[in-house]
Structures are given as C-alpha cells and as structure tokens.
C-alpha cells in the first residue's frame, strides 16, 4: 500500500463522520485519461476533501512556503503536492502541471488561487484555462458547498465534464476559458446550496 491510499483512507475515516461528508456526480469523472477537477475554494480542507472524495489520486498545487521545511516538504511531496510560488507565472509549476496531465493524472486545482474569506465565489486566475487550453484532458467542475462546521452536512458536488474542444480549436485566451469553468462552478453552488 503506497503513503498516498494509507493517508487517503485515514484521512477519510476522520473527516468523512466529522463534517458529514456528502458526494455526489463521482461517475462525472473519467477511470482513466488525463482531468482536471477545477473547484472552488472555502477552506485549508478543501485539497483533503477533494482528495478522499475523487476516486483516482489527485495531484496539487500547494504554496510554496510548506515545501521550506524538510519534514512539510517530503509529506506534502509523498501526497502528490507540488509547489507553486503564487502571484507570479511559475513556469516550473506550469510544466509539471502538463506534465502531470501528459501521463494521464488527475490535476485539483482551485482556480481562484487562494481561499475565499466569505464564501463566495471569486473570478479565476488564468492558470485553469491554461491547463485546460494546452492539454487534452477533461476539465470536471467541483462544488464544495460548506460551511465546514462539525456536524453539519458538507456536500461535495462533482459536476459534467466540460468539454473545451470549441476553444481549442478557436484558440481561446486562458482567461476566457477559465469564465468558463468558474460559471460551471457557480451552476453548482447554486444548485447544491
């Protein structure tokens, strides 16, 4: 058994029961082949419950200040994290995104780019589109509707592939595409609140 499913299956025992974890859409997303699970963003949990509620391991951007201490480092690291220095382009991170998506993973990416303070969603950063854009993986939207409070229901919502094909071929700006995704992640919330 790898690090990743012990911590995954761990993981899930604790917060499964404590925010009374409800998923729904699972079938949306693909058994094999390169996607990308774009959600929004409400809590530091959020990368732990996307993790034990999509069905193949998901691989993250994490902020680059947890890969500074050694122990952080190889924890995040051995849970499928890789750093990325946010508010500027990091092309380091850009490539082992596609590189990821190339060997047909599953990358989680909020695209908001970091938590949103009241709930609410907020316009996406250009990093979704650019993935979505410059692969050809499956883009899924994701809806985690919250608050996150003990015992209370937390639903997390797995919405139809989108299929960004159009935009390909027109060459659409990442901007443009990452409208997209985020509308499909409002569709959600709205549904699902």
């Known amino acids: 058994m790898s690090f990743y499913t012990f911590a995954r299956a761990l993981v899930k025992q604790v917060l499964t029961p404590l925010y009374r974890i409800e998923v729904s859409g699972v079938e949306h997303i693909p058994?094999?082949?390169a996607v990308i699970i774009c959600a929004n963003h409400i809590s530091n949990l959020d990368s732990p419950v996307v993790g034990i509620t999509c069905p193949r391991p998901v691989h993250f951007m994490a902020k680059e200040e947890?890969?500074?201490?050694?122990i952080?480092?190889?924890?995040?690291?051995r849970l499928h994290a890789f750093p990325v220095r946010r508010g500027m382009g990091d092309r380091e991170a850009l490539r082992t995104g596609l590189a990821l998506l190339k060997e047909k993973h599953v990358l989680?990416?909020?695209p908001e780019g970091t938590r949103s303070k009241d709930g609410k969603l907020k316009k996406g950063l250009a990093g979704a589109g650019f993935f979505a854009l410059r692969s050809d993986?499956?883009?899924?939207?994701?809806?985690?509707v919250?608050?996150?409070r003990i015992g209370k229901k937390l639903k997390v919502v797995y919405g139809a592939p989108i299929d960004f094909t159009p935009w390909r071929e027109r060459k659409a700006s990442a901007d443009e595409v990452t409208a997209?995704?985020?509308e499909h992640i409002q569709k959600l919330l709205h549904a699902h609140q």
């Open 146 to 148: 919250g608050p996150y």
């Open 108 to 110: 989680g990416l909020f």
């Open 66 to 70: 947890l890969f500074r201490t050694p």
């Open 72 to 77: 952080v480092k190889q924890l995040v690291s």
């Open 180 to 182: 997209v995704i985020m």
């Open 31 to 33: 058994k094999e082949g």
């Open 137 to 144: 993986a499956v883009v899924v939207p994701c809806a985690i």
